[in-house]
């Protein structure tokens, strides 16, 4: 690894997440000393090919697969305890160090198994009412982050003070057990084997919630760290930091396609506050965007083509690009690129450049459309709007392109990409106003373009 000129990045995913992010933060880790992951939780999902081998991450920074560099959950992560420690062990039986370096901040908000449950309870709840569901991951993000914003939320530091955590639980299952029976289908909803053991008449039980939290907590201790503190004296030390977001821009509460979206900040700003760095700390905003588009769950997506029909380009999308979500294993929506939903990506989050991912997916199709625009209620517009009801109604307007045959998987060099393929990056960053600094020709490390360096200074 070099040694740092104390410069930062954030990583950003600008759609809908899975725009292959973790691939990415794994490749700018060779030039970083801390990695920091600043919203989110175990909703997240990348799946990392280092030499021929998978790994799929959920919790802990992509940066924990190399050797020497720091892991930080900053405060603006939830977390549940027995994931990170399942997901640690699974790293620690493959040989990968994680317990010394991994720091968690004392101020994250815990994800206990009431949360899922009352995830899992309200989509069926949703289902059931007008068939609208979020199509949530189930994992306990919105109700945990709920808890956080009320200022009822059990924190990691608590973990340190058992009475205070039984009192302060206690509070919080009476509370939500009160919501539970008020969904009188929660006894009749199946949650599964994992949760079983916490229920009882369809209630969250004290005693094993808080044995297993005490448990954990053992685990938990010695990484818990004051991670702002941390962040600022690697910095001062000359330390690169990457901060690695989670979801992405489609999906941030204020931003995204709200309601169906998740329940945190995905946008680059808040790699500040859920690190706790100042904003000025944040020198380089590096915006991960599929060549196409993708989607899990609910929710209006304008280019969503006809995905699950063989012979289409959705389809060859769907299949060649192995859209499948890592975390759920649900198919993804496919569809074109939207030029005017990264406009409102680049604006939100300030980006500095682009990285195209899954370029070689588009390998074979004769014609490729970009969406350049749409049509709503009659008039044209050129950027994504803000409320999901119109995005539901707009109707994409495409410039069509010419593909190419050559593949791409591998290439390396800007100049060796077929001029069709350069063509189309070339109109991507007119549309969207923004250059693009790296291509990603497959999921491997070593197959990636470098226009311009994020670690490197201007
Ligand atoms: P939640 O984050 O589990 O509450 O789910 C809310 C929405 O965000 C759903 O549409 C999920 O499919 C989506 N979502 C959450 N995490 C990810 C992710 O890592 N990639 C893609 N979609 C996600």
Redesign the pocket.
């Known amino acids: 690894m070099n040694t740092g000129n104390g410069r930062n990045v954030v990583v950003v995913?600008t759609q809908?997440?899975?725009e292959g992010k973790g691939k990415l933060v794994d490749w700018l880790t060779e030039s970083a000393h801390g990695v920091v992951r600043f919203q989110?939780?175990h909703?997240?999902?990348h799946t990392l090919v280092i030499n021929g081998q998978k790994t799929a991450l959920h919790l802990i920074p992509s940066g924990i697969m190399r050797p020497g560099v720091t892991c930080y959950i900053g405060n603006g992560v939830v977390l549940s305890c027995a994931k990170l420690l399942e997901e640690a062990e699974g790293l620690e039986r493959a040989g990968v160090r994680v317990r010394e370096r991994l720091r968690i901040s004392q101020a994250c908000p815990l994800i206990l198994p009431v949360h899922a449950v009352l995830?899992l309870a309200r989509e069926a709840r949703r289902g059931a009412q007008d068939g609208q569901k979020?199509?949530?991951?189930?994992?306990?993000?919105?109700p945990a982050y709920e808890d956080k914003v009320a200022r009822r939320a059990l924190r990691v530091q608590d973990l340190r003070h058992p009475e205070r955590f039984a009192t302060k639980l206690r509070e919080l299952l009476a509370l939500h057990n009160q919501t539970l029976l008020g969904f009188l289908e929660a006894a009749r909803i199946d949650f599964g084997d994992a949760l079983a053991p916490y229920l009882k008449n369809g209630a969250v039980q004290f005693e094993p919630v808080y044995e297993e939290a005490m448990r954990h907590a053992r685990a938990i201790e010695p990484m818990m760290a004051d991670v702002s503190r941390e962040l600022n004296e690697a910095s001062r030390g000359g330390a690169n930091l990457l901060f690695e977001g989670?979801?992405?821009t489609l999906?941030d509460v204020d931003h995204g396609t709200y309601p169906?979206?998740?329940?945190?900040n995905c946008v680059a700003g808040n790699a500040a506050a859920g690190a706790g760095v100042g904003p000025g700390a944040l020198h380089y905003i590096l915006g991960i965007a599929k060549a196409y588009c993708t989607?899990?769950?609910?929710?209006p997506f304008p280019t969503e083509l006809a995905w699950e029909t063989p012979g289409t380009p959705g389809y060859h999308m769907s299949t060649v690009g192995a859209e499948k979500?890592?975390?759920?294993g649900?198919s993804?929506r496919c569809g074109w690129f939207d030029a005017a939903l990264l406009k409102r990506s680049a604006q939100v989050n300030g980006l500095s450049g682009l990285c195209i991912t899954k370029l070689d997916v588009l390998d074979g199709l004769p014609t490729l459309q970009l969406g350049i625009g749409y049509e709503l209620d009659g008039a044209r517009i050129d950027i994504l709007p803000l409320d999901a009801d119109d995005i539901a109604r707009c109707k994409p307007v495409y410039e069509t392109l010419d593909g190419w045959s050559q593949s791409t998987v591998g290439v390396t060099r800007y100049e060796q990409l077929p001029g069709n393929a350069q063509r189309y990056l070339q109109r991507v960053e007119q549309l969207t106003g923004v250059p693009i600094h790296i291509v990603s020709t497959s999921p491997d490390r070593e197959h990636t373009i470098t226009v311009r360096h994020p670690f490197l200074a201007d």
Request: proline share 0%.
């Open positions: 995913g809908w997440g899975d989110g939780g909703n997240a999902g995830d979020i199509g949530t991951t189930g994992r306990g993000i919105g989670a979801q992405g999906l169906f979206v998740t329940s945190s989607r899990v769950g609910g929710g979500g890592v975390t759920t649900r993804r």
